[in-house]
């Protein structure tokens, strides 16, 4: 016999199955019925209705988009249940995108999937006027004298973290430079309090807080998955620490010189990114110890903000890991007006208000008419004379996003990563003895997928006898 459980189980199923069918219905009626627009609207990603841009969406944005631009070129739509997002892809046509005022093309909408991580009140959960108000907080933590000031703590971290290694062994890269990495934004950026005695903790809500922003938060940011889950306990408990910091601080009457509740999510993984290569390509990493030779000839064993602003070829291997892995997938913005938008080959389209527009770094920065060989690492494209990241205009280079919402963090996230390997190239010689890393595609801030491991042996020379190796 059926259940009477059965049977409101089974009406439920039917009842779900009509909802959904009865939506297919009105999107195909309202596409037939629906008067011509005269708008030059963008071509639209052939897809099943309601749920087709959803499912390709989910399988990875990537594939998707380098897909459609082949067919597509360099604006197109793809409708994602009942949102419209519309790519932007390549420096002529992205223009628009990064220097359009707060009114016509705004972050707050598109980034509400963030508040669950960042919690009520704070950032895309305000208007733009007090979110800017809040971003004056880390513009004045990331003023060049404030940078200067944390250099020091930097190396002070970066030599005590590596003095706990060997003489010789073998190390996981990613999981050291994750932690190192770590540390020196606690320090710099979160306080003395979270450095000296909470850092395990902070340490473990941090990486909840990562993994709880995957792509499908950008459609369901409050989806009841595990790692939502994660997500929500990290940013309440996350929220306790601080405010028990913040109370001892006003009774005490004690201030720090530092940013608090501010992190560089991007430094750890171009750090690791970084180093992958250089072990990778010899000539490169050849050239990045023959300057650290020369900056030492030139300032012994001393590194500070204005020695780390000379390691230009360091700059450029760092830079170009970046390039081919930049941390965000995608960058996001809503449309409050009708605009046009005209391709390198002269094509115009209307986009209309309402429209979601993206464009993508993570694809953007391999365009082949932009740079030469775009899938091989090659600091080199970035000296004098190539500048391979000016030659399409402003917007060819888009790791840390541009125009009205760079990235605050991007001067922090370069010194951090020239102290540390600074330093780990004075000291250490390595060899990458795991396969080359690939992307971790599952959470929207890219990460290195599985462990990177090494062979490092320490330098028997003193740092300045380095002179003659």
């Known amino acids: ?59 990875g944005p990537i594939p998707m988009i380098r897909e459609e631009y082949a067919k597509l070129g360099s604006v197109f739509t793809v409708h994602i249940i009942n949102r419209k997002i519309t790519f932007f892809i390549g420096p002529e046509v992205s223009g628009h995108f990064f220097k359009a005022p707060e009114a016509q093309l705004s972050q707050q909408e598109v980034y509400q999937f963030n508040v669950p991580t960042f919690g009520p009140g704070v950032v895309f959960d305000v208007d733009y006027s007090v979110r800017q108000e809040q971003f004056r907080f880390f513009t004045e933590a990331l003023r060049v004298t404030k940078l200067r000031s944390y250099v020091d703590q930097m190396i002070v971290e970066a030599e005590d973290y590596f003095s706990k290694w060997g003489e010789s062994g073998t190390v996981d890269l990613k999981y050291e430079l994750e932690h190192l990495i770590i540390l020196t934004a606690s320090r710099c950026l979160l306080g003395r309090e979270v450095r000296d005695k909470l850092f395990d903790d902070v340490s ?97 064993d001393k ?42 080959d002269g094509k115009e389209y209307d986009i209309p208000k309402g429209h979601i527009v993206a464009t993508s770094p993570a694809f953007a920065n391999r365009l082949p008419y932009i740079y030469k060989d775009p899938d091989t690492y090659d600091p080199d494209r970035f000296t004098p004379g190539r500048d391979e990241d000016k030659a399409a205009g402003a917007f060819s280079y888009i790791s840390f996003g541009g125009g009205r919402h760079g990235c605050l963090g991007e001067p922090f996230a370069y010194l951090q990563i020239k102290a540390i390997w600074s330093h780990l190239l004075r000291n250490f010689e390595f060899e990458l003895i795991s396969p080359f890393p690939e992307n971790d595609w599952n959470a929207m801030v890219v990460g290195v997928k599985g462990e990177v491991m090494v062979r490092y042996k320490r330098l028997l020379l003193k740092p300045s006898s380095v002179l003659l190796f």
Not at 11 to 38: C, E, H, N, Q, Y
Not at 247 to 257: F, T, V
Not at 276 to 300: D, F, V
């Open 1 to 59: 016999m059926v259940s009477a459980m059965d049977l409101k189980e089974h009406k439920l199923v039917v009842a779900g199955l009509l909802f959904f069918v009865t939506l297919v219905l009105a999107k195909i009626v309202a596409t037939v019925l629906a008067p011509k627009s005269r708008k030059r609207l963008p071509p639209t990603v052939a897809a099943l209705p309601v749920v087709g841009g959803l499912l390709r969406f989910m399988k």
């Open 204 to 300: 473990a809500l941090f990486h909840d807080l990562d993994n709880g922003m995957r792509p499908i938060s950008v459609i369901f940011p409050y989806l009841p998955i595990p790692a939502h889950r994660r997500r929500d306990r990290a940013r309440a408990r996350i929220a306790e620490i601080f405010s028990t910091i913040i109370k001892s601080r006003k009774s005490s009457g004690k201030s720090e010189d530092d940013m608090l509740q501010c992190f560089i999510d991007s430094s750890s993984i171009t750090s690791t990114w970084t180093g992958a290569y250089m072990l990778r390509y010899q000539k490169y990493l050849t050239a990045a110890l023959e300057e650290q030779r020369e900056i030492m000839r030139r300032h012994g």
């Open 303 to 344: 590194v500070d903000h204005d020695i780390l602003s000379e390691m230009d070829v360091l700059y450029r291997c760092i830079k170009e890991a970046l390039r081919l892995h930049p941390p965000l997938i995608m960058l996001l913005r809503y449309s409050h007006d009708d605009f046009t938008i005209a391709t390198k």
